[in-house]
């Protein structure tokens, strides 16, 4: 797990959205597990994202209408990988059982965040991008997240966690300071 570091307005979620290919770069390169992700078509930067790429938000984009599991399979249903099998798994996993069948505005701000990380790994992504993941949650809702993405962060899986919270980058394997 690597931590971007730094104030707000520093550049930290610029560099995670150019990572995601989210945002194409002004001047130099932006290469992703090999790919030149700026050189991408649409077509390809969308492929890229659903299968390579799992977004954690600083505010959840959870779709209102949808409960906890539905938000959890959407990537799975637009790729048409993954399964409803997994989905429960990671449910589960993340201590969100109860959650499964509940809309995201009948949840805490912790059990929203969870399911979106969920979503995120869906798809078994190899870059998870982490944007400010705790900045809305209490200190013990906050401590289970980075828990979570420490977790999430083994073998070929990489987590980079975008913080302004030194306490948050310290479980980081890594910590890049970002300054404007």
């Known amino acids: 797990m690597v931590a971007l570091l730094g104030r707000s307005g520093s550049g930290k979620s610029t560099l995670l959205n150019l990572l995601g290919g989210i945002d194409r770069p002004d001047a130099g390169t932006v290469e992703v597990a090999g790919m030149r992700v700026h050189d991408?078509?649409?077509?390809?930067?969308?492929?890229f994202r659903r299968?390579?790429?799992?977004?954690?938000?600083?505010?959840?984009?959870?779709?209102?209408e949808l409960t906890g599991e539905e938000n959890v399979l959407?990537?799975?249903r637009l790729t048409g990988e993954g399964s409803v099998e997994r989905g429960r798994e990671l449910l589960g996993r993340l201590g969100l059982n109860g959650a499964a069948e509940q809309?995201?505005?009948?949840?805490?701000?912790g059990e929203q965040q969870r399911i979106a990380i969920a979503r995120a790994l869906v798809n078994e992504p190899d870059l998870i991008l982490a944007d400010e993941p705790t900045g809305n949650l209490d200190r013990a809702a906050g401590a289970a997240v980075l828990d979570t993405l420490r977790g999430?962060?083994?073998?070929?899986?990489s987590v980079i966690l975008a913080t302004h919270d030194r306490e948050a980058a310290g479980m980081a394997d890594r910590v890049i300071t970002v300054e404007d």
Do not use: K
């Not at 809309?103 to 701000?109: D, E, I, K, M, R």
């Not at 999430?152 to 899986?157: W, Y």
């Open 40 to 47: 991408l078509t649409e077509r390809q930067l969308t492929h």
């Open 51 to 64: 299968r390579h790429v799992g977004f954690v938000f600083q505010f959840f984009h959870l779709i209102p």
């Open 74 to 76: 959407m990537p799975a």
């Open 103 to 109: 809309l995201p505005h009948t949840l805490s701000g």
């Open 152 to 157: 999430v962060a083994t073998g070929a899986r």
